[in-house]
């Protein structure tokens, strides 16, 4: 028991501090455009970077995001796929929840690819093909990420590790939770599409 919460805690604390890094805050800031903070929605991840009308700035935001989840997991695959997983879950929540942003980061999606990518590459193959097919068919990018995450923890329990399936299926209500917003509007049929203005109605980054 003790050496297992060892595998977990040391891996979780370095996924953490990974996750934590403000990606889109600094890029933002480093080109001259102030606090992503607030811009739009407040959000530092990479939909609302696109907001500043950058959008290589915002592909930039949304790659490094997904890097650092996957640099968690293979750091820690090193000591084997329990630590993987630690390393996995602290790197979600890191960017969900920075310390160093007083715990109000992102909405997570963009990180939970990349760890999906390190856990499983099919799983990570699997989630973005799936929203990239969602957002074709519906033009939303929250309802896309919803649904992708879904079919990605789905997909996991067929392509990986049972522990790594089990964290998958466990980000979905979290990620689910964090686009609460997104989905108020979905009911209500105001959530703006994909292309579609924002200036009346702000859209919570999905990212």
């Not at 790659?63 to 000591?79: N, P, R, S, T, Y």
């Amino acid at each position: 028991m003790v050496s297992t919460l060892i595998l977990l805690i040391g891996p979780f604390l370095l996924g953490y501090l990974l996750g934590s890094i403000p990606f889109g805050l600094l890029l933002t800031r480093a080109a001259g455009l102030g606090d992503i903070r607030k811009v739009g929605s407040g959000n530092i991840g990479a939909t609302n970077v696109l907001r500043t009308g950058r959008k290589g700035l915002a592909a930039a935001t949304l790659l490094l995001d997904a890097l650092k989840g996957v640099a968690a997991v293979l750091i820690a695959d090193q000591v084997g796929q329990l630590a993987a997983v630690g390393a996995a879950a602290g790197a979600v929540l890191g960017h969900m929840f920075p310390v160093w942003l007083s715990f109000k980061g992102g909405k997570g999606m963009a990180t939970a690819i990349g760890v999906m990518w390190g856990l499983a590459w099919s799983v990570g193959a699997i989630a973005c093909a799936a929203w990239l097919l969602f957002a074709a068919i519906f033009r939303y990018s929250s309802l896309a990420t919803l649904l992708s995450i879904v079919v990605a923890a789905i997909a996991a329990w067929f392509l990986t590790d049972p522990r790594a399936a089990m964290l998958l299926t466990l980000l979905v209500p979290l990620v689910w939770a964090r686009h609460h917003e997104n989905i108020a509007r979905l009911l209500k049929g105001t959530e703006p599409k994909i292309g579609q203005s924002k200036a009346a109605e702000p859209n919570k980054a999905s990212i």
